[in-house]
């Protein structure tokens, strides 16, 4: 059974930081893009990151661009969102997914988690 498990969310003041994990288990981790994910009340779910089978390459919403740093490590089968200088507007459920080939569409990605809540105050 394919699972994704995201941790790591919570309530944090805004100019502070979280790090996001997705674990995931019954597939071979290495194979797969993975990416992150987040949906605010009453908007679309929108890319946040994404990061490439090995991890060389990278994607970068523009929004959290320089902010944000998307990771993985294939010997735990996990990956992080390291989340820096949070503003209120990053309140919203992440998702974590995963995708047969790379790249930023969420089209792209089958398998997904249910999300933890990541609450930044002003």
């Known amino acids: 059974q394919v699972q994704l498990v995201e941790s790591g969310g919570g309530l944090v003041q805004a100019g502070g930081s979280l790090r996001l994990s997705c674990a995931a288990s019954?597939?071979?981790?290495?194979?797969?893009?993975m990416g992150w994910f987040r949906q605010a009340p009453g908007k679309e779910r929108e890319s946040v990151a994404a990061i490439s089978w090995g991890g060389a390459s990278t994607y970068y919403a523009g929004s959290v661009k320089g902010r944000f740093t998307i990771s993985r490590d294939n010997t735990k089968n996990t990956m992080y969102l390291q989340m820096n200088s949070l503003k209120p507007e990053d309140t919203a459920v992440y998702y974590c997914a995963a995708a047969a080939r790379y790249g930023s569409d969420k089209d792209l990605y089958d398998t997904w988690g249910h999300g933890t809540q990541v609450t930044v105050s002003s």
């Open positions: 019954g597939l071979t981790f290495r194979n797969y893009a």
